[in-house]
Every structure is written in C-alpha cells, then in structure tokens.
C-alpha cells in the first residue's frame, strides 16, 4: 500500500461519547475505540476534563498507528463548543455547552447579539451559540480573556493539542454561533465590535495538513503522525454524502441531535424562532438546517432504554395511543414546552417505542418546516437499525429514504476531506433504499400527534 492510501485515524469527538475510528482508502472501518468525555465543576462553572480525554487519544492513537499503519488524524467535533488558549496553556477550561448564564449576565450578552439575517444563528439557550458562551466568559472572566492569544473552535482545540498549531475552520464557525456572517463569507459584526478578530487564528480548509507529531506505539518507538484540521461534525457528515450521490437530499444527521440539512430550501424560509439555521458547509456556503437534541430526548422520553425496539412494541404503541409530546429537552422546532406522555402510561419497550415514535414525528415535522420534498439520506446512530428510517419512510410516502451503509458518516467525512487534500479519489456508496414499516394507524397516530403539537401554541 502506497502511503498516500494509508489509513486515517480519525477523533470524532460527540457530547455523550468520544471515539477513534480507523479509516481505509475505500471508506472502511477497520477499528474503533470509544470512551466518553468527563466534564467536572470547577469554580462556578462546568468544564472539560481536557487532559483526560488528551491522554485517551493520545494512547488510541498510538495503538492506531502500530496495529493498522495510521500515519494521518483528523477532529471531527460537535458544535457549541470553544476553547481560550495563553501560548502553551488553556487561558480558561473548556466550558460544556449545557448551562445557563445567570439571569443577569444572559439579559445584557443577549442584548449583543446579532440580528438573524447577518448571521443566521437563532437566539438560543445555554451555550448552544458559542459566542453567547464566549460574551459570558468574558463578563465573568475578563482577565482569562485578555491574556487569551487565541480562539479556537472545538476541533481545533484538538488539532492545536496534537500538533501545537492554530487555526479556524469555517464548517465550525459558521455553526450557530453568532460569530459568522455566511453571506459575506466574514466573521460577524460581534466579532468586531469585542475586538476579537485579532484572537481568531487563519482560516484554514478542513482536511489541510497543518502539522505533525511523534506518536508513542505500545510496543515501543514511535510514529511521526501528520495533523489535519479538523471539522464540525455534522457538516463531515454533509461533506461525506455529497461525495457520495448527485442530485439534491436532505440529510438526517442522527446522534445526540438530529440535525436536517436541505439544501433546496430558501433562506428566507428560515424561522428562528423553530431552531432553524444556516450551517456553513467546508465549502463556505450557507446550508438551510433545522434541529433538535433528539438522541438525548430519546433518552430522557425512554428512561434511558438501551434494548433493542420491536415493530411489535411501536404497534403495540399506536393501537394504544400513547404518546410523548414536545420537548424534553432545550432548543429545537418546539421549544418553551415540557415534555410529556399522554394517553395510557407505558413502562419498559413500550415506552422505549413511544419516545422512538416521537422522534420520527420530530424529525417528521423538521422535514416539513424545512421544506423537505427530495429524497432522504439517514446518517448517525438512528441508521444502525432500519426501524426509525422505515418509520420515516412510512410517514413520508411521497420521499425514498436511504439509510448510510455506514452509520458513521461523520467519521468518513473527516476521513474523506483528508484523502482528498493528498489526492486520493473517492469511492462511492449512495446508501440503501428503506421500505416503509407497515403500521396500520401510523397515519392517524402521526395526525393527532400533530393536533396536540399544534394546540401548544407557535413558538414566541
């Protein structure tokens, strides 16, 4: 093997779980290793365990490199998320995106953020703008932000720690953040008006070397590894299928949030109010998105139900009429509700059934918002089993769903965008069509669902 075509590793860091994975040339998996991220307090605020998840990758990829050859890595990481550095050092902690600003902090931050149409990045809660966090930490912190040298988006925190360069990646930037301004391709007028270009490293392409280091193998010596920078995770994912298949879909991005990217819908039917977003693909353009955090809703409406489901139970579930409504957690096209069941109470797979079905109607009525009409390509943990695309196939007749051959698409976006900055072509998987499941009532399960939905009010 030639060593262009030498496997990536690829650092795929989510909310709830961090993985390596290990990528070939022809877009296989060859290995993983998953561990989850530990976030702690510390002085008033919940912060990453950095040096724990650092030695984790450091010891994945080394075992990487020795058992199948990896001699390139890439970050693939989730949104929401930056880090302050001081030379060497961390200014600050990294900050978990799942808390509030106080009261009074939020209301005057919240006053400086920028209109919709400049950056279209919703007012959302906790840290799901990063800039918000960012406008917070400086309030709370203004001396860790003044000796700060550099801002870093999540991945490229990563990519700093391996190979101690810095750089901005606009897939990431352009995520929700307040920071970016798609149409004129720029950082926004927030970014300005705090002084904070000059602490934004220079953009660099996802997938582009930017550096190296010398890995530790298990059995002894070591392996020069070169870095490339990194990416939002989702947006790999979108890279990914675009390289897969011509034409236009939309893509269903499944793991802790669901997250809808149209790329036929217009701009200007985007509702902030409804969780709706411009993304900004590794390719600078903006791309109509819609979400909600419906891996963690899943688990939150189950009890935490980690069995399989049978089309029996979500049978079982609609002849019943038993029903989880929005929303049970923040964000998303239904925000301001507390979630909760109506109809009989359901315990164990049935109710495991229950939160599956309101994920599909969530994701169902995301389609809808954002105008959805092309084909349907499934991607992330909820394309693992054929069950929530057949849901989706059933409830959406008039669209083929395809679920990804490989679930992990964010890892193979990330590999890809490296293959192709060394010149590797790609190889092509458009996915697999999924049949609808055949659930007599799932019609008039989905019209009431819509009914009680509609009857909470538009979002104000």
Known sequence: MSAARDPVAVVDLGKTNSKLFVVSAEGAILSEARTRPVWRMADGFCVLDDAHLHGWILESLGEAAEAHGARRVIVSGH???????????????????????????????????????????????????????????????????????????????????????????????????????????????????????????????????????????????????????????????????????????????????????????????????????????????????????????????????????????????LSSGAMALPSFAPGGPMPGHAGRFDGPPVEGEARAAAALLYVALMTDLSLDLIGSANPIVVDGGLARSDLFPALLAALRPGQPVLASANAEGSALGAARLVFDAIGVPATRDPGRRVAPAGLPGLANYRARWRALADAMGDPR
């Open 79 to 317: 949104g929401c998320t930056f880090a302050l550095t001081d030379g060497d050092d961390l200014a600050h902690p990294v900050l978990d995106y799942e808390q509030e600003p106080p009261a009074g902090i939020a209301a005057e931050i919240d006053a400086l953020a920028p209109p919709f149409a400049e950056t279209f990045s919703p007012a959302l809660p906790l840290g799901f703008n990063y800039g918000r966090h960012m406008l917070w930490l400086e309030a709370a912190r203004p001396q860790a932000f003044a000796r700060a040298d550099a801002i870093l988006s999540y991945p490229q925190f990563w990519s700093w720690r391996l190979s101690g360069e810095k750089v901005s990646e606009v897939s990431y930037l352009g995520c929700h953040s307040h920071l970016w301004a798609p149409l004129g391709h720029d950082y926004s007028s927030l970014v300005d008006i705090r002084g904070w270009r000059a602490k934004m490293p220079p953009l660099v392409p996802a997938g582009q070397e930017i550096g190296a280091l010398e890995i530790g193998l298990p059995s002894g010596g070591s392996a020069r590894i070169a870095v490339h920078n990194g990416v939002h995770d989702s947006n790999a994912s979108l890279a990914f299928h675009r390289a897969q298949r011509e034409g236009s879909f939309t893509l269903v991005s499944t793991g802790t949030w669901v997250i809808v990217f149209n790329p036929d819908c217009p701009l200007e039917r985007l509702d902030e109010r409804r969780d709706m977003l411009a993304n900004v693909a590794v390719d600078g353009q903006p791309v109509p998105t819609i979400r909600f955090m419906g891996g963690r809703e899943f688990d939150l409406a189950s009890g935490g139900w980690q069995g399989p489901i049978g089309l029996d139970a979500v049978a079982s579930v």
